[in-house]
């Protein structure tokens, strides 16, 4: 969601920033802005989607709904990620 | 009383474990008191477990349980039995956990694989030469009867995907992931952890390489799920699979198997 906040800096009033959503990621907290989705989560983090399993809220995501699914404020992230070999 | 090959045998003072043999099993080689290997001469006690062994012959299916049992103790042995146990992919994890699960006595054993042995298998999983061009399910099989008959194998040679796998594994007790392929290993725990809510899972995640054996750990990630590898080594790197370090990924994943099957559902 953009949204328009003059506050943040006085010499670019018009300026539309992006706002900010706080998340924890395997635990840790994480900045991602508004309307992240998860594969573009993955995407920052250097992950392929194929290769992760994703839990958000304890709900175990589909994979063809990464590229649709937006995180939320406080989202709980747990990401499982596989390396090939057997 | 003593018990004999799984048999109540009357107890009689002084008896030595030889003259039991010599009475029950004629030509036995390989004696067995308490668990343990005895000579012919060892004075029995009221309530000894014997098992009475001719190396060499082909043992019935009761033989072949009372040797497990004297092994590995009886209330272990009966789980092992009752125990189902799905494995998904029979390459260099899957082939060894199969060996591993088949010797202790595993009831059943459900494999599932597409492939057919290559040349360049041989290297690190559990294949023949004489096996190349067959299809997997059907030499590992083959392997699987000679060490223990009496396995229930059922074998599946096709290719899972997260549709069948809740299917074909819905009764198994414990489930193993043994893929190659990191989306395939994503695609199974996500399978698992929707559908199959109540069976144990131990999947695997790096193994490639011959890094110290000793990152390779065994890893609970939820309630009867785990993972076994050290999370990094991957076989796309320049490293490739060794089967050292790949068997002792496998060996990790069996024991958790064992672990589950006991009800030892953590990973200390």
Known sequence: ????????????????????????CNGQPQEVASGTTLARLL??????????VAEINKKIIDRDQYATLKLAQGDQVELIRFVGGG | ?????????????GMRLGELADRLKPGAD??????????????LQDGDICSLIKTGEIPSALDMQHTLTARH????????????????????????????????????LIIADHDVVVLSNIHRQHYFIDQIGMKKTVALKKTLVRVNPFVSITALDIKLTE???PKLFGDVDVLVECFDDPAMKAKALRTALQHLPTTGYI?????????????????????????VGDGASDAQDSSG??????????????????????DLNEDE
């Open chain 2, 73 to 108: 103790g009886r209330g272990v042995q009966r789980r092992f039995k009752q125990a189902t146990v799905g494995i998904m992919g029979i390459g260099g994890l899957g082939s060894a956990v199969v060996l591993s699960l088949a010797k202790i006595g595993i009831g059943r």
């Open chain 1, 43 to 52: 995407e920052d983090l250097t992950l392929p989607a194929d290769s992760v």
């Open chain 2, 30 to 43: 390989m004696l067995v008191l308490n668990g343990a290997p005895a000579s012919r001469d060892s004075l």
């Open chain 2, 163 to 165: 549709k069948n796998i």
């Open chain 2, 1 to 13: 009383m003593l018990r004999v090959n799984e048999r109540d045998y009357p107890f009689t003072e």
């Open chain 1, 1 to 24: 969601m953009l949204i328009y906040d003059g506050a943040v800096n006085p010499l670019q009033p018009y300026r539309l920033y992006m706002k900010k959503l706080q998340i924890l």
């Open chain 2, 241 to 262: 699979l060794f089967a050292p370090r790949v068997g002792v990924a496998a060996h990790h994943q069996a024991n958790q198997v064992v672990r589950l099957i006991l």
């Open chain 2, 203 to 227: 999947g695997a995640s790096g193994v490639a390489g011959y890094g110290d054996a000793n990152t390779i750990t065994c890893r609970k990630i939820r309630d009867r799920v785990f993972l």
